[in-house]
């Protein structure tokens, strides 16, 4: 059984806006780290964007900074990633993905354990 399933990805046009999900199951405490990577063809996995479900911080990576925002829902415990103002280099196959505990950060692969099997966003120009 997956332990994270993402959804939400697809086909948008530059400037447009996608909002991603990804659902936990399984137990997850209460304080993790929840977390979306990027991968695009002949790069490496990228991370772009977390939050740490204790306390609700969240870390937007430069290359994002401004149009998506991070956030999740303990109850339900989904992760979301609200993308906007959409451009052709945002596409690429999106991974959530958790690892507890902290910290969350460097914001790289190999720190994070658990993985969702992706979804792909396309921008078109």
């Known amino acids: 059984q997956d332990r994270l399933v993402e959804s939400g990805g697809g086909s948008v046009q530059a400037g447009g806006s996608l909002r991603l999900s990804c659902t936990a199951s399984g137990y997850i405490p209460s304080s993790s780290c929840m977390a979306w990577f990027r991968q695009a063809p002949g790069n490496e996995r990228e991370g772009i964007a977390y939050i740490y479900t204790g306390d609700s911080y969240t870390y937007i990576a430069d290359s994002v900074k401004g149009r998506f925002t991070i956030s999740q829902d303990n109850a339900t415990k989904t992760l979301t990633l609200q993308m906007n103002s959409l451009k052709p280099e945002d596409t690429a196959m999106y991974y959530c993905?958790?690892?507890?505990?902290?910290?969350?950060?460097?914001?790289?692969?190999?720190?994070?354990?658990?993985w969702g099997q992706g979804t792909q966003v396309t921008v078109s120009s």
């Open positions: 993905t958790i690892r507890w505990p902290g910290p969350c950060y460097p914001l790289s692969r190999s720190r994070y354990t658990w």
